[in-house]
């Protein structure tokens, strides 16, 4: 593992500080640091940092949790041609030397409806 990004909440600056997740991967913060919406930056450089970054997040997740599924998924996720879920997984694979198996990364399908479909699933028990 070459990077290490913190997974912090209540970070100060709106985020804006760097070694925070939020700074290197919120829809928020790109628009800050490229003077353009994520939807608009068609630079694939600047996107493979993104899933770099993304992929030091995971390894982080998989090193504190040990989960067997990553469901990937917000903003900068959906509807983006550029986001590989192969090279996301090939990397994890690649870096995440110490356990014998790694979690499939899989993107998220329930998009912003995920919290009302689990609460409505909560409710039906």
């Not at 700074?23 to 608009?40: H, I, M, Q, V």
């Amino acid at each position: 593992m070459d990077k290490f990004i913190s997974l912090g909440e209540n970070l100060p600056q709106e985020g804006q500080v760097p070694g925070h997740l939020e700074y290197y991967l919120s829809g928020a913060n790109f628009t800050r640091r490229y003077d353009k919406k994520p939807p608009e930056i068609k630079d694939e450089g600047v996107w493979q940092e993104f899933e770099d970054r993304l992929v030091a997040a995971l390894i982080n997740v998989s090193v504190m949790w040990s989960p067997d599924v990553i469901v990937v998924g917000g903003s900068m996720i959906f509807r983006n041609e550029f986001i590989s879920f192969a090279y996301l997984q090939k990397q994890l694979e690649k870096k995440l030397t110490i356990y014998p198996e790694v979690p499939t990364v899989q993107r998220a399908v329930l998009q912003d409806d995920a919290g009302l479909i689990g609460a409505q699933v909560f409710l039906r028990q």
